[in-house]
T-cell receptor, first 115, second 114 residues
Framework: AQTVTQSQPEMSVQEAETVTLSCTYD???????LFWYKQPPSRQMILVIR??????QNATENRFSVNFQKAAKSFSLKISDSQLGDTAMYFC????????????FGTGTRLKVLA | DVKVTQSSRYLVKRTGEKVFLECVQD?????MFWYRQDPGLGLRLIYF???????EKGDIPEGYSVSREKKERFSLILESASTNQTSMYLC?????????????FGSGTQLSVL
């Protein structure tokens, strides 16, 4: 069974600094999708970034980038130039492609950006 | 952009009551989901629907049922609410096919069962 592990329940970072959130997963599939979702205090879950496993290049969305290490089954999120609006819960998620509809979510990392 | 609307932001119910949580999406998505979010446990799938009147159990369906009579609406039903169903409930939807893996979420319903 697939699993997603986020080992950092809470993190903090100073405004304008860089922070990396960790995520590891376990799967026997060769192709799959990985996601980072952000849930701010408003509770609206928003997609931050996604990665397709067959793509070697790490995904980037403005200040957000990932370090995707397929062999190590690692998918970390780097937030550069942290802003107060980045304060949120961040969830890593996995979705296989073998006829499954299921998304497997990690337990989340609560990130606080300090002024 | 896609809008997923959950009818209530907060709900307080009594043990044994029948509870309806409603979710509506406006982008003609085939797939809709109900998740439960608890601290330290992440999001757990309760039920999934891939078409009108079609549903599949997720990982924690016990104590819940669902209804999808129209494509845009997916309802979660607690037949007899219990205190261990106090939680945040999130609805999500997505389209079908490659390139439509992104889930769109509602703002959640915080349910308290007393």
């Amino acid at each position: 069974a697939q699993t997603v592990t986020q080992s950092q329940p809470e993190m903090s970072v100073q405004e304008a600094e860089t922070v990396t959130l960790s995520c590891t997963y376990d799967t026997s599939e060769n192709n799959y999708y990985l996601f980072w979702y952000k849930q701010p205090p408003s509770r609206q879950m928003i997609l931050v970034i996604r990665q397709e496993a067959y793509k070697q290049q790490n995904a980037t969305e403005n200040r957000f980038s990932v370090n995707f290490q397929k062999a190590a089954k690692s998918f970390s999120l780097k937030i550069s130039d942290s802003q107060l609006g980045d304060t949120a819960m961040y969830f890593c998620a996995f979705k296989g492609t073998s006829g499954t509809y299921k998304y497997i979510f990690g337990t989340g990392t609560r990130l606080k950006v300090l002024a | 952009d896609v809008k997923v609307t959950q009818s209530s932001r907060y709900l307080v119910k009594r043990t044994g009551e029948k509870v309806f949580l409603e979710c509506v999406q406006d982008m003609d998505h085939e797939n809709m989901f109900w998740y439960r979010q608890d601290p330290g446990l992440g999001l757990r799938l309760i039920y999934f629907s891939y078409d009108v009147k079609m549903k599949e159990k997720g990982d924690i369906p016990e104590g819940y049922s669902v209804s999808r009579e129209k494509k845009e609406r997916f309802s979660l039903i607690l037949e007899s609410a219990s205190t261990n169903q106090t939680s945040m409930y999130l609805c999500a939807s997505r389209g079908t096919g490659r390139g439509n893996e992104k889930l769109f979420f509602g703002s959640g319903t915080q349910l308290s069962v007393l």
